[in-house]
């Protein structure tokens, strides 16, 4: 059994890669800066917090999403399905208070997710085609519940999500702080081990003696979580919650996760690679939106990028399999 | 074992297929109304949308890949018909599925190539066709004013069928010839059983691979351009429905979604039934809220009553029981 760990340790150990990835990286930095640098106002102070701020919302979801792609499961398209509902519970239970209502809101989302996690993990079902049926399932239920309408927030307390301590909003603060978070988690805890061993070789994990079911419920919950904090953002910034808040959200979601460099297959990537994820990719519809491109402009673009992405990870993790 | 997956083949869509029959015969009990034959023409014009996203679902899935780009491509397929098609119609026909087809098989090329796997190419793909066709429809929905075309696609024919329904029919009569005529459909199959020795035994891996996928583009497009005549307009995001629908009907039609299982002929029963599912949800006026829930759910039970290592964790909780009433002295409790 050990051996089992130490052979995926060391399969893990390869992942410094010198040459492709740090370069592929480097230039799409320098292309991005260099758009950047010569389109009007970017550089304001303005531009900049407009950017942070487009990309918290869908980056906490991301750094949820992260850890269900990390732990093998592909991506979920229930994202957009469970933040209308995290949403919609965090507007409704205002009432009793801004935090119970947001804890209420992360429990519904985290259970929600968890179980389709445990459902995964533990029998091995297709995590992409579960999570459509169960975001379109969850639509259904949260559609029905509301009545077709609009949430409305109960109380006034869902304000203080919309607040700008220092000038930043807040949801600029919750997304660093839940990416340092949730790296500490990754790198630092026997879970986070786990995650990564169950994303890289299933087998070998539950050869290791690693509870395949339990290690993918709380990956999922943990994803689910941050769906209903990215929701409860969401319906405070728009002062309601309805399935129109779905928009584009869940692609939004997994683009920043690709774009950030988190293997598709599981087993490598970080919470952080996809915060920079996130930050490229409203850095891009920023500059798009800037030179007077519309949303389809963006959209392909990030689809471009998602494909991009995935290939140069795999032709390079294909370079490094060869060297060694 | 392989007559049991025989029968699974065929008993899944029949058994499913008949549920639904039986639950449309029984509506008039519901709410008084005579059957008509305008619920079988109904019924073949929702198949029209649903069997040819269906049918493109189900060969991927039957090759062991799963081609997400399929929402994308209708969606690209119903505005590029709409643009090219504004004189003639046959013209924006050929113009969706050309492209669709060609898209389709650069995807298609990508993911033999490299065999990265197909979730997440045609994930990345079906965004930026999303991105794409809006660019195509500078972001605003299309309106096709060529009104002969939009009634001529809908016309009723011997009562029960439509142009659109006729086509989509066809296409499902040419994959039935090619797939039970010739090596293709062992071919596919062995594709999504074991690629392995599918490439040891001579199966062109890739090049299947590749016009697999343009197929499946070709008529995802074919579907758009249809639906967007039948609605004389062009939709930008069609959004996770036809692929729901298109999954379920799959499903139903007792392909699975591991790989190397399904027929034609199962397709075909698999999206009838979910085409006439649809017709007493609107026989009945059910809410869109309870049919999201319907087909979610299905979607939801199929897919756990599918999953491979289900089976195993069913068998060994068996073994446990039978193992404790046949033994209770070895096992004794703790």
């Not at chain 2, 500078?138 to 696609?153: F, P, R, S």
């Not at chain 2, 001579?202 to 697999?212: E, I, N, Q, S, W």
Request: hydrophobic share 55%; proline share 3%; charged share 10%.
């Amino acid at each position: 059994m050990r051996t089992a760990v130490a052979r995926v340790e060391a399969m893990r150990g390869r992942a410094a890669v010198p040459g492709l990835l740090p370069a592929l990286a480097a230039v799409g930095v320098i292309v991005l800066a260099v758009f950047a640098l010569t389109t009007d106002r970017f550089f304001t102070v303005d531009n900049v917090k407009a950017i942070l701020n487009s990309a918290s919302i869908v980056g906490i979801m991301a750094l949820g999403l992260t850890f269900v792609t990390l732990v093998g499961s592909l991506v979920s398209l229930a994202v957009g399905a469970t933040a209308v509902m995290g949403a919609m519970v965090f507007l409704d239970q205002l009432h009793l208070g801004l935090v119970p209502a947001l804890a209420l809101a992360i429990a519904a989302g985290a259970a929600v997710t968890a179980l389709q996690g445990a459902i995964v993990g533990g029998w091995g079902a297709n995590p992409v085609i579960l999570t459509i049926g169960a975001g379109f399932l969850l639509s259904g239920v949260t559609s029905k519940l509301s009545d077709g309408v609009i949430v409305q927030p109960s109380a006034g307390g869902y304000t203080a999500l919309n607040s700008t301590p220092l000038g930043v909003p807040v949801g600029v603060y919750v997304m660093i702080v839940l990416a340092v978070v949730l790296q500490v988690l990754l790198r630092r805890t026997v879970f986070g081990r786990h995650v990564l061993l169950v994303g890289e070789n299933r087998d070998a994990a539950r050869a290791a003696g690693i509870r395949i079911t339990r290690t993918t419920a709380l990956a999922f919950g943990i994803a689910g979580a941050a769906f209903a904090i990215g929701g409860a953002f969401l319906g405070a910034f728009n002062r309601g919650a309805s399935a129109q808040l779905e928009g584009t959200l869940t692609f939004d979601v997994i683009a920043a996760v690709l774009v950030g460099g988190t293997l598709i297959s599981g087993g490598r990537g970080s919470p952080l690679r996809t915060l920079a994820g996130a930050v490229a990719i409203a850095t891009i519809s920023d500059v798009l939106l800037l030179r007077g491109f519309e949303t389809g402009a963006q959209t392909l673009l990030k689809g471009v990028l998602v494909v991009g992405v995935v290939l140069a990870l795999h032709l390079a993790g294909r370079g490094r399999e060869a060297e060694s | 074992m392989s007559l049991r997956r025989l029968g699974a083949d065929t008993l899944v869509p029949v058994v499913a297929f008949g549920i639904v029959l039986a639950a449309y015969l029984l509506t008039p009990v519901y709410d008084g109304h005579a059957l008509a034959s305008f619920d079988a023409y109904n019924t073949l014009q929702g198949f029209a949308s649903v069997g040819l996203i269906a049918l493109a679902l189900g060969l991927t899935i039957v090759a062991g890949e799963f081609d997400l780009s399929v929402l994308g491509m209708q969606a690209l397929g119903g505005v590029l018909a709409v643009k090219a098609g504004a004189d003639h119609g046959l013209l924006g026909v050929a113009a969706a599925v050309g492209a669709c087809l060609a898209l389709g098989a650069i995807q298609g090329t990508i993911i033999a190539r490299t065999g990265i796997g197909s979730m997440a190419i045609t994930l990345g793909t079906y965004i930026a066709l999303l991105g794409l066709t809006n660019v195509v429809a500078g972001n605003q929905t299309l309106t096709y004013a060529n009104a002969d075309v939009a009634i001529w696609v809908d016309q009723t024919i011997l009562s029960w069928f439509s142009p659109r329904s006729l086509a989509a029919l066809g296409a499902f009569a040419v994959a039935l010839v090619l797939f039970t005529r010739t090596r293709l459909g062992p071919e596919l199959k062995a594709l999504g059983g074991d690629r392995r020795a599918a490439r040891v035994v001579g199966v062109p891996v890739r090049r299947h691979l590749a016009v697999l996928f343009a197929v499946s583009g070709g008529l995802c497009g074919l579907a758009g351009a249809l639906l967007a005549y039948s609605n004389a307009s062009a939709q930008l995001n069609p959004g996770l429905e036809p692929l729901v629908l298109a999954a379920a009907a799959a499903v139903l039609g007792g392909v699975s979604l591991r790989g190397g299982r399904g027929t034609i002929w199962g397709l075909l029963l698999g999206a009838l039934a979910v085409a006439l599912l649809q017709q007493v949800f609107a026989i009945t006026k059910l809410p869109t809220s309870s049919i999201q829930i319907v087909f979610g759910a299905l979607l939801l039970i199929v897919v756990v009553v599918d999953a491979p290592d289900l089976r195993s964790v069913v068998a060994r909780a068996r073994a446990r029981r039978a193992s404790h009433r046949s033994a209770p002295v070895a096992h004794p409790e703790p």
